[in-house]
């Protein structure tokens, strides 16, 4: 498969904008980001491309900062070298280690995550992630039922695996990130993990102790019906990839109106991470 790398700089940018820009750039199918000198690199793999969105998204920024980008194909074997010159280890609250293939093990973490990330999003670098992290490290998992929505690289998932929870369902709507997810669970040595490929209509008609979906507000907005539908009274839900004004008040009424009820959240730069509860 061929990709696409947008290289983004920048005179000066806020750190907000940037986060502000990275969402947009999700939206329309750019899923893996890599900061540069000047800015940063957005990939997506060359059939989803599209210079049209690219232009549409960029117009409500015209007025915000100065930028410049660059468009170039680059071809899959070369994409591995990139994100591997890249990529760091990652220590989470000296409790979980993520690590690529290439790094050597270090055992003195408790948990310890190989990821392939490829063309899927959630090496744990990124703030969401790192905050979806920190609430299944400080959570009750064991023996749980567990619906990680939006999985990307499954990070989450093989997370909460193995920290014992009994059985996790990873479902992405997009083909690289299912790929990715069944390819790093196996990495992992994790056999609890069902990965699905598809959206909010694949979600089995179970009872899910836990849901976890680091995804975007809207997409959030218009699945919360179905998770609610899924979760078992009582259950918890764990929220990422929004903002704190308006986005996390919108997602609360949304929870509120059927029943789930808003328990704390976090923040890092802007982005925020929320835990909700569904009444027993
Ligand atoms: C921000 S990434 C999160 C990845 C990983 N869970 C993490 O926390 O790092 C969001 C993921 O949601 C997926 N996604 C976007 N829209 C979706 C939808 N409607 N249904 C299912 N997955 C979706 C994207 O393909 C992407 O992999």
Known sequence: MQYIQVTFSFVS????QKDLLINELAEIGFNTFEDTENGFSAFIDQESYSQYNLTDAMIQFEDEFEYAYTVTEIAAEN????????FEPLIIDERCYVRATFHSPQPQYRYEIVID???AFGTGHHQTTTMMMRYILNADVTGKLILDMGAGTGILAIL?????????????????????????????DIHTITALWGGKDVIPEREFDIILANINRNILLDQIPVYARVLKNGGDIYFSGFYESPDLDMITDACKALNINYCDHQKIGDWVAAHFKKLE
């Open 117 to 119: 990330p490829k063309m």
């Open 160 to 188: 909460a695996a193995k920290k014992g929870a009994k059985e996790l369902v990873a479902i992405d709507n997009d083909e690289v990130c299912y790929l990715s997810a069944l390819e790093n669970a196996a990495l992992n």
């Open 13 to 16: 940018i806020h750190e907000y």
């Open 79 to 86: 994409w591995n070298e990139e994100w591997e010159k890249n």
